[in-house]
Every structure is written in structure tokens, then in C-alpha cells.
């Protein structure tokens, strides 16, 4: 196993793509945070009840908030190593390394093996990330308050967990397709438009439905195990009252995320295993 990885770091390492998406995460996380922070010290120092409310909050930038805060924001730009890991399994395709693999001895099981590890080192890479940025934050908006440090640091399990999930989706589109420009095209297409729209329809009809349906969707699934923070939301009870049940599916979600993750690989593992290489 640990040659494996010794292995993948190489491949990744010396991919100048990974350096790429690296650096833009690293200005991304940060930039999208703190157009929120200044979006947010702009609402607060308004007047008005709501306002007002908003300012009980306390500040979402401290911690322990700031877990909670720059996860929901970051969330947002995994489409960043999502489109990183489509890269690196269509080029084991395009370059034929995949093959070269097989024939240098490795099995099938170790090649796929190998697969599920870039998908870990990525998004360990990016909670890395996030978590600096977190903290980062916390320090930069408010006084560093270290008994609240680790409160809600949960979120840092949530956020790879998340990113975990997702990058395991695009790896599949990356996986069936082969092609890179056709699997990032149909990634893209289906990431941002095509499910967002089928979210939105499916909230609109939920009553008739009787059910939110959307929260099954393949990116709604871990999407959903981060909720938008309290301050984000406008005020009132039933908005009140969303973000309680919102927060109490949290569970279901991170229980959905693991199943559909796991069936994900275990079906490129078994497929990898019967396919003509």
C-alpha cells in the first residue's frame, strides 16, 4: 500500500495541472471568504431589527462559527479538483499507463487501488486548505479565542467527506468516459445547470410531492451535509424552522454520502476486474 502511494504522490506531484489547481484553491478559498466577510460586515453595521438579529449572531468568522462559515463557502469550488481528478483518470486512459501498469505487474485491484488514492491525497489537500483558511479567518475577524477553537470542528470531517464524495463522482464520469474534454464537458454541464435546475424544480413541487426529493440528487446528497449558515438567511420563523430540519438530515446525508461513495467504488472495482484493458 505504501508504495502505492509513493507511487500516485510521484505521478501527482510532477503534474503541472495539480500545481495549478493547487494555487488557484489556494487563492479561491480565501478570495470567496472574504468578499462574504466584507459582504457581512456591510449588512451589520446597517440599521434595522433584522439587522440587529443578525448582529446576535455574533460574528461567523470566529471561531467556532468559522468551521461552519468558510465550509459552506468553500463547498462551493470542489468543482476545482473535481475537474483535477477527471484529468488524472482520463490521462491513465489517453497515455495507456493504465495498461503499462497491468503489464509491470501490478493487478487490477492494485491499479484501481492506486485511483482511489489520488482521490484521497486531492481531497485531503483540500481540507488541508480549508482548514488553514478557517483558521486563518478566525484570527484575522476576531480576537483568537483558543477554548473555542475546536468546537465545531467537526465541520473538517464533513468538508472531506464531502469533497471525498464528490471528486468519487467525477472520477466515475472520468472512469466511464475516458475522454477528458467530453467527461469535463458533461461534468460541468450536469454540476451546474442540469442539477441545479432539477433541485429547484423538485423544491418548487415538494409540497405536492410531499417529500424533497432533490436531497437524493448525486451532489445534493453531500451538498446537504452542509447547510448555509444561520447569518446567510433572512430572519423569520419559518426560515427558522427550514434551518432546523435542514440541520436535522445532516445525519441522513453524511449516511447517504457513505453509501453512495461506496457503491461508487465498488462498482469501478468491480467493473475494472471484468473490462478488457
Given at each position: 500500500m505504501f508504495s502505492l502511494i509513493q507511487i500516485e504522490w510521484l505521478k501527482i506531484k510532477k503534474y503541472p495541472a495539480f500545481w495549478a489547481m493547487l494555487i488557484i484553491v489556494l487563492l479561491t478559498y480565501?478570495?470567496?471568504?472574504?468578499?462574504?466577510?466584507?459582504?457581512?460586515?456591510?449588512?451589520?453595521?446597517?440599521?434595522?431589527?433584522?439587522?440587529l438579529a443578525k448582529m446576535f449572531l455574533g460574528n461567523p468568522f470566529a471561531f467556532p462559527e468559522t468551521w461552519h462559515t468558510v465550509a459552506y463557502i468553500s463547498s462551493f469550488f470542489v468543482?476545482?479538483?473535481?475537474?483535477?481528478?477527471?484529468?488524472?483518470?482520463?490521462?491513465?486512459?489517453?497515455?495507456k499507463t493504465q495498461r503499462q501498469n497491468v503489464?509491470?505487474?501490478?493487478?487490477?485491484?492494485?491499479?484501481?487501488?492506486s485511483k482511489l488514492i489520488d482521490v484521497f491525497i486531492v481531497s485531503a489537500i483540500t481540507t488541508l486548505l480549508y482548514t488553514l483558511v478557517?483558521?486563518?479567518?478566525s484570527?484575522?475577524?476576531?480576537?483568537?479565542?483558543?477554548?473555542?477553537?475546536?468546537?465545531?470542528?467537526?465541520y473538517i470531517g464533513l468538508f472531506f467527506l464531502q469533497s471525498f464524495a464528490q471528486l468519487s463522482i467525477a472520477f466515475l464520469l472520468g472512469y466511464l468516459i475516458k475522454k477528458a474534454f467530453i467527461a469535463l464537458g458533461i461534468f460541468l454541464f450536469y454540476y451546474l445547470i442540469v442539477e441545479n435546475i432539477a433541485t429547484g424544480y423538485i423544491k418548487l413541487k415538494a409540497e405536492k410531492i410531499?417529500?424533497?426529493l432533490g436531497r437524493f440528487l448525486p451532489?445534493?446528497?453531500?451538498?446537504?451535509?452542509?447547510?448555509?449558515?444561520?447569518?446567510?438567511?433572512?430572519?423569520?420563523?419559518?426560515?427558522?424552522?427550514?434551518?432546523e430540519k435542514s440541520l436535522s438530515e445532516v445525519p441522513s446525508q453524511i449516511a447517504l454520502s457513505l453509501l453512495l461513495t461506496t457503491a461508487i467504488w465498488a462498482f469501478c472495482f468491480f467493473m475494472h476486474r471484468k473490462k478488457d484493458l
Open positions: 480565501p478570495a470567496a471568504n472574504l468578499m462574504f466577510y466584507n459582504v457581512f460586515l456591510r449588512i451589520t453595521s446597517q440599521k434595522g431589527t433584522d439587522m468543482i476545482l479538483p473535481s475537474i483535477l481528478v477527471i484529468m488524472l483518470v482520463t490521462n491513465e486512459y489517453q497515455y503489464i509491470d505487474g501490478w493487478t487490477r485491484r492494485q491499479f484501481m487501488a478557517a483558521i486563518g479567518f484570527i484575522y475577524a476576531d480576537t483568537f479565542d483558543a477554548t473555542k477553537m475546536w468546537e465545531q470542528s467537526y410531499g417529500s424533497d451532489f445534493e446528497i453531500s451538498d446537504r451535509m452542509i447547510i448555509a449558515p444561520a447569518f446567510i438567511g433572512r430572519f423569520g420563523k419559518d426560515i427558522k424552522t427550514a434551518y
